[in-house]
């Protein structure tokens, strides 16, 4: 797989960062390897919640999206839906290219690329997280669960809250990771949730790809 440096943030969003693979294999395999043999493998997103399924009339997404924010630090993201409330840290890159992975000894933490789109601001945002370490479930372990309509917020170091609606859910296999889709430019403030699934390889003790959540800013408040 050829690496490649990503982009700066905003409208030309974060498609060149080549983590579609690293993130199967660097966020989600670590607690198998140490011998979790009855581990529950995370949920995943059903077919209904794809971004090209229907959605029923009492479900549907509002498509209007709310004023951008200007760029600022994100320090926290929060889903009441399945029961995250994580701090973040900034994410960069490897030498290879591939984003950095977030610490593994915090099973509560998720990062976000700094170098890309702040959650709120014009753009594609994009937030990586843990499905599990060596010592249980990490934060994103139930990403996968997320169901179309619901709320996520992103608290920021500027003392306001990006609230973002998911449009879809989905899970892919690496070789079928939609760059374009997941990390192409978006013309609205957008955020993509990221992490492992897709099924788990157990000879080779590694995910078979990723989830990914869709969301776009909805509104948000100023504390």
Request: aromatic content about 6%; hydrophobic content about 45%; proline content about 9%.
């Amino acid at each position: 797989m050829r690496a490649a440096q990503p982009p700066p943030g905003g409208r030309r969003g974060v498609l060149d960062v080549v983590f579609g693979v690293m993130l199967a294999v660097l966020l989600g395999t670590i607690l198998i390897a140490h011998g979790w043999k009855h581990y529950n493998p995370p949920p995943q997103p059903d077919a209904a919640q794809a971004l090209n399924a229907p959605t029923p009339a009492h479900d549907r997404v509002l498509e209007a999206a709310a004023t951008p924010l200007p760029p600022a630090v994100p320090t926290r993201v929060r889903i009441p839906a399945i029961g995250v409330s994580t701090p973040l840290v900034g994410l960069g890159l490897l030498r290879d290219g591939h984003l950095a992975a977030p610490p593994d000894n915090d099973r509560n933490l998720a990062g976000w690329y700094r170098a890309g789109t702040s959650p709120g601001a014009v753009g594609t945002a994009i937030i990586a997280g843990h499905v599990d370490t060596a010592h249980g479930p990490a934060a994103f372990y139930d990403l996968g669960a997320l169901k179309k309509g619901r709320l996520i917020d992103i608290d920021r170091a500027d003392h306001t809250t990006a609230v973002f609606t998911v449009d879809a859910v989905e899970a892919y296999t690496a070789k079928d990771f939609p760059d374009a889709r997941v990390y192409g430019a978006a013309a609205r403030p957008e955020l993509r949730l990221i992490t492992c699934g897709a099924g788990f390889d157990r000879e080779h003790r590694q995910y078979l790809g990723n989830v990914v959540v869709y969301a776009h800013l909805s509104s948000w408040t100023h504390s």
